[in-house]
């Protein structure tokens, strides 16, 4: 398995806090991901990164910021959570773009 | 964007039995992986296959590009299949480094 971690894997918060999740990799891999994953809509990607301080937007941005610092961490921002926000995330990552390895996931609920 | 479209929707079987599962994308693609989600949540990524034929023990697929086509087959299916399998697609010039994910196959294997 690769070694990828997320952080908190469960999280329950109220509507208008900050949350931050985690991923961490060991794997040295350039490429990462986070995803959220809610019924009806399978995985759909948040934002990404292509290497330290390289991120970009997926196709479900807003209200979601993220930063890579270093290699092996990728770090997931909700500014004012919502109850929209309320989901499961989960971070991915690759060596290329040909291939992707998912963490646990983390359970988060926006109350 | 690029549309993903997965059949069937639910599929349940008797442990031993064989399954075809499909994946229609809209548009030509560069990435194509499919992924199984296991009862606990867990991804793993199965097949990296934007063309061509893989076989991995008892489950292999087949992409047909040219007519935007992918299948994954299992064979002898066993109780620990069952889960959901996600096509995941990323194609053209406007996507950049994104899977576009499927709604997947909810399989259902049964002793």
């Known amino acids: 398995d690769a070694g990828i971690t997320q952080s908190p894997r469960h999280k329950v918060t109220e509507t208008g806090t900050p949350v931050t999740l985690r991923c961490h990799q060991t794997?040295?891999?350039?490429?990462m991901y986070w995803y959220r994953q809610d019924p009806g809509h399978g995985l759909r990607l948040i934002h990404y990164s292509y290497g330290v301080k390289d991120t970009d937007k997926g196709e479900v941005s807003d209200g979601y910021s993220v930063s890579r610092s270093k290699t092996e961490d990728f770090l997931l921002t909700l500014e004012s959570a919502t109850s929209s926000q309320t989901s499961v995330y989960f971070c991915?990552?690759?060596?290329?773009?040909?291939?992707?390895?998912f963490g646990p996931g983390t359970r988060l609920t926006v109350t | 964007g690029i549309q993903v479209e997965q059949s069937p929707p639910d599929l349940i079987l008797q442990e031993g039995a064989n399954s075809t599962l499909r994946c229609n994308f809209s548009d030509s693609v560069n990435n194509l992986q499919w992924f199984h989600q296991n009862p606990w949540g867990q991804l793993i990524n199965l097949f990296y296959?934007?063309?061509g034929t893989k076989q991995n023990g008892r489950l292999s697929a087949t992409t047909v590009a040219t007519e935007r086509y992918s299948l994954l087959y299992i064979s002898s299916s066993q109780t620990t299949d069952s889960g959901v399998y996600f096509c995941a697609v990323e194609g053209g010039e406007t996507s950049g480094s994104r899977l576009t994910f499927g709604e997947g196959t909810q399989l259902t294997v049964n002793p």
């Open positions: 794997e040295n891999h350039r490429y």
């Open positions: 296959i934007p063309s």
């Open positions: 991915a990552i690759g060596r290329s773009r040909s291939e992707q390895y």
